[in-house]
């Protein structure tokens, strides 16, 4: 059972017992002589073999760990630490060198562990001329032991590493030497560890969601385990006060199925535990189970009174799911050569000696490329992408492979024989459209800018392009793009199921405004559905504007009458106290005259901002507090929209998210400690790439 939904006692109970777990403190104790250099041992190996001359024996005392000899002195040995010579005449053996190691003040083990050390950190150093040069910058180290152990459950939790790492010997032997005085805790220890973090870390998160003044917009995905358990992952978006976007899971939690029920059940809870009520879009994968909680979650979010408009806009379909889609079916058409084209990658990339064969095809046919042919991975197409534009650069040497390897030609043979012209010509010719929706869906699966302002520009691009090549001479080309418009148009040519937020989004984009919206919808419907759609968009601009305006807490309220009393009952005499009628006139017509001009109306009038590389939306926002205090509100909710569920790399992926066999083994409670937490604290997230580089290990092996 996942941890979102307990009480707060338990969670409490939980983060108090993981804080008590931990391994007390070293103590301070007065040790024997005997048994104090066996623990100086243990922590600092500082040694020098020290050999003896002419055939002597070796010095196998311990004493020598801290010592060398002096040349042309052999009654004297010289302290590492502070150079100070200490007798080490036969006669009295080396007790003196072990005496003066117990009590000499430059040991790293002997130093106070509240003393600090001077230490130097590297820093780069951005000179006047322009250049860039690294220095050393010096800083104060003091030993901490809970500290270190903190950080060293970030590791574990950032690296993806087993609990089992802080228990292997490699670790210890770095420990020994890097941190002697540290003591490593148990799989256990740091089990609680990781726990506590994670604990901590949503308590803080908490804080920040029942203080945020935005909007808060949904993503929902749902991932599997080795043994077939499902689990729900639920993130968090939205622009803070600062105009920083931001980005979050919140919860990661087994689910008993996929109906639509259970799934807006799952997310009603994490709503509750995390008290989040002002929810605007909720991103999820097009199934009709989504469907279905999407349903549920309009009247839990309507209940919830924190609603905008009815939450009729609260379904948001994923952008980058819905490409995948597409992309899937036009992959049919061309799936042949593709094959072809994997079993050629592989041949030549599963040996040194079919390698060695290939390169010197490359050599005769004069290609000046250093990369290789790369291998895809058949559930994820970007890869299949690179691999077929990795391919068509050595498309004369694997030609050549054809004529001059017969065991290529055999092995090929498998799939249909060796690449010819008509694969090559479908591979060329489909390349540079797939290229289209690789770009796309890198741009939809970001997390860390703003993607709403260009998700209509990049949809109906695509639309458009699409419609292009129909009329285009090349009969595969043609077929291929009549199935992906077949699958384009079921989401996005019925005007009736857009969801018009994503229109409004590229409206507060100071550089398009409404023309520019309205120019794209004629441009991508007929004129019936175009006029039906850019009704939509300004009624639902109005409303969302009028929403925003009525949540608008005034810039200053009216004043008392200045006029008093000054007597009794109706023959009182009425004085006038410092009045200015001419000004109380006047905001008496700002508050009540409608029809004035709006701070909508003033935007959409001024002149767009130009078009720069550099620009930036949120910037730009951050800046417009005095000329547009109602709009600003509504831009930075509308601009915070996610239009995918995924990250970047599961965006291709046609084989779902799983998890890996290490968390796969983890009671969900732990499983979502570790995602979550890992989340929360990761600098980069740029997604952990195990593989090594190929390419760079043989240049490795061959220097």
């Avoid at 391994?23 to 243990?42: A, G, I, L, Q, Y």
Wanted: charged share 25%.
């Amino acid at each position: 059972m996942s941890i979102t939904g307990e009480n707060i006692d338990e969670v409490e109970m939980l983060s108090s017992s993981a804080e008590s777990s931990k391994e007390p403190k070293k103590s301070k104790v007065v040790e024997t002589p005997t048994v104090n250099m066996k623990n100086k041992r243990k922590g600092k190996k500082i040694v020098e073999a020290v050999e003896a001359k002419g055939g002597k024996k070796k010095k196998t005392s311990s004493a020598w760990d801290h010592f060398k000899a002096i040349d042309g002195d052999k009654e004297h040995a010289e302290c590492i630490y502070c150079a100070r010579k200490i007798s080490c005449a036969s006669a009295n053996g080396t007790n003196a060198m072990k005496r003066h190691t117990e009590r000499c003040k430059k040991a790293p083990f002997n130093l106070e562990k509240t003393q600090t050390i001077l230490d130097f950190e590297s820093k780069t150093k951005c000179n006047a001329d322009g250049t860039i040069e690294t220095v050393s910058v010096p800083k104060l180290w003091r030993f901490d032991q809970e500290k270190i152990r903190e950080t060293l459950a970030r590791m574990v939790i950032l690296d993806e590493l087993p609990f089992s790492f802080v228990e292997r010997e490699g670790f210890r032997m770095f420990c020994k030497i890097a941190i002697p005085d540290f003591i490593p805790p148990s799989r256990t220890s740091i089990t609680r560890d990781c726990y506590a973090l994670f604990i901590e870390k949503r308590r803080t998160l908490k804080n920040v969601f029942k203080n945020l003044s935005s909007r808060v917009f949904l993503t929902t995905d749902t991932w599997t385990s080795a043994q077939n358990l499902s689990y729900m992952c639920l993130t968090a978006h939205f622009i803070d006060d600062t105009w920083k976007l931001h980005k979050m899971i919140i919860n990661f939690c087994p689910i008993a199925g996929h109906s639509g029920e259970l799934i807006g059940r799952a997310v009603e809870k994490c709503l509750l535990e995390w008290g989040l009520k002002r929810i605007l879009t909720v991103t999820v994968h097009n199934a009709s189970s989504n469907d279905l909680a999407v349903k549920y979650l309009k009247q839990i979010v309507n209940l919830l009174d924190g609603s905008v408009l009815d939450a009729q806009f609260l379904h948001m379909r994923c952008a980058a799911h819905i490409l995948n889609l597409v992309v899937k079916d036009g992959l049919k058409d061309v799936d042949d050569s593709v094959m072809k084209v994997r079993a050629a990658v592989k041949y030549v990339r599963s040996s040194p000696v079919r390698l060695q064969k290939f390169r010197s095809c490359i050599e005769e046919e004069n290609i000046n490329n250093k990369s290789l042919v790369c291998l895809d991975i058949e559930t994820r197409w970007n890869s299949t992408y690179c691999m077929l534009k990795s391919a068509l650069v050595f498309r004369k040497a694997l030609k050549n492979m054809k004529t001059k390897c017969i065991p290529y030609t055999k092995e090929l043979r498998k799939v249909g024989g060796p690449l010819d012209d008509e694969d090559w010509d479908k591979v060329t010719a489909f390349l540079p459209f797939l290229e289209i929706f690789y770009e796309a869906t890198l741009s939809f699966s970001g997390s860390r800018y703003v993607i709403g302002n260009n998700f209509v520009k990049e949809i109906f691009d695509i639309g458009y392009t699409i419609n292009r090549y129909l009329d285009d001479s090349n009969v595969g080309l043609k077929s291929m793009a009549r199935q992906m418009k077949m699958k384009f148009d079921k989401y996005w040519a019925n005007v009736n199921n857009v969801n018009v937020l994503m229109f409004i989004a590229l409206v507060v984009d100071p550089r398009h405004k409404l023309r520019y919206v309205e120019w794209i919808v004629r441009r991508s419907y007929d004129p019936s559905n175009s006029f039906a759609l850019c009704h939509r968009i300004k009624e639902t601009l109005t409303s969302l504007f009028e929403f925003y305006a009525s949540s608008q807490p005034p810039a200053s309220k009216m004043k008392s009458s200045s006029i008093e009393s000054s007597g009794h009952g109706d023959g009182g005499i009425r004085k006038l106290k410092g009045t200015n009628l001419r000004k109380d006139f006047v905001n008496e017509v700002e508050l009540f005259d409608t029809s004035e001009t709006t701070e909508l109306d003033k935007y959409l009038g001024d002149k767009c901002v130009r078009e720069t590389d550099d620009f930036d939306i949120l910037s730009w926002w951050s800046m417009q507090t005095m000329n547009y205090p109602i709009l600003m509100r509504m831009a930075r909710d509308v601009l915070a929209i996610p239009v995918s569920t995924v990250a970047s790399e599961s965006a291709f992926s046609t084989g779902g998210s799983v998890l890996d066999s290490f968390r796969t083994s983890l009671t969900p409670r732990l499983v979502e400690a570790l995602i979550c937490t890992q989340d929360w604290i990761r600098a980069s997230h740029n997604t952990i790439v195990v593989e090594e580089n190929l390419l760079a290990l043989e240049n490795m092996e061959e220097g």
